[in-house]
């Protein structure tokens, strides 16, 4: 594909409003890996299945090809501080988060609108992309506002919205 035509891509897919979530996991050295990822969907009711896609680029996709297990975080409208924590390149991006290791292995940042703690299903190769298929395994669930992405800008639904 030439740069223009993965030029307009982007511009369609950056104006196409998603939610934002955070996923981690655990390397195999016992270190929490975590990124910020807005490539996130529901895929099944029965059993529950999730997917979410990583770039072969990044620097954890070894913590999580290796881990049979990860949690997506579906982030609060307030918390822009983790979603920007975790989207940057800085190595200690748990240092800026309240977390907890879950019963399950996992790193679990505070105060998130839902986790979802699954076990990996399946991981294939798409492009530039991996695309990791889990069962939700456990579920935490708060009330509160949802993140949305939109345009390169993160914030909470508009007030006058849905009208």
């Known amino acids: 594909m030439n740069n223009e035509a993965t030029a307009a891509f982007k511009q369609i897919m950056g104006s196409y409003p998603t939610g934002v979530t955070v996923v981690t996991t655990t390397g195999a050295d016992g270190t929490p890996a975590g990124l910020t990822v807005n490539s996130f969907a529901s895929v099944s009711l029965d059993p529950l299945l999730v997917l979410w896609c990583l770039d072969n680029r990044s620097s954890a996709l070894a913590a999580f090809s290796e881990s049979d297990v990860f949690a997506v975080h579906v982030l609060a409208a307030e918390q822009q501080d983790v979603c920007w924590a975790f989207a940057g390149k800085e190595p200690d991006r748990f ?3 309240e977390w907890a290791q879950s019963e399950h292995g996992l790193p679990v940042i505070s105060g998130s609108l839902g986790v ?12 530039d992309h991996q695309i990791f298929l889990g069962e939700v395994i456990a579920i935490e669930k708060e009330e509160k506002e949802p993140m949305l992405y939109f345009r390169r800008h993160v914030g909470k639904i508009p007030e006058h919205w849905p009208v």
Do not use: F, N, T, Y
């Open 95 to 97: 240092g800026k988060v």
């Open 116 to 127: 979802l703690q699954c076990r990996k299903v399946q991981q294939m190769e798409a492009g």
